[in-house]
């Protein structure tokens, strides 16, 4: 695995989790009772987008190392999951 491949792995398992953080504790503006005017009733108030940043980066970490560290270690190679033999 090259460095190319490590990072393209990384931002994706880093956008995942973050599709993931996105909606939890989420409180709209109309659950609140103060919706602002011009918004939609369904804006949320805080989406606390620091905190779920942060928390979404080490989660992202905790799960790309270990893939990493199998991947280099050649633990599963692609001939293990090549099922059908096409390779």
């Keep these: 695995m090259n460095i190319v491949s490590a990072l393209v792995l ?3 398992i880093w956008f ?3 599709f993931v953080a996105l909606p ?3 409180k709209s503006q109309s659950e609140d009772n103060n919706v602002v005017p011009g918004t939609p009733a369904s804006a ?3 989406p606390m987008l620091k905190n779920k940043l942060i928390w979404v980066s080490i989660a992202a970490v905790s799960i790309w190392a270990p893939i990493c560290a199998i991947i280099i270690s050649n633990v599963f190679t692609i ?4 099922f ?3 390779l």
């Design 10 to 12: 990384f931002a994706v």
């Design 24 to 26: 939890i504790r989420i």
């Design 84 to 86: 059908f033999n096409r």
């Design 44 to 46: 949320p108030v805080d």
């Design 79 to 82: 001939e293990d999951l090549d």
């Design 16 to 18: 995942m989790c973050l």
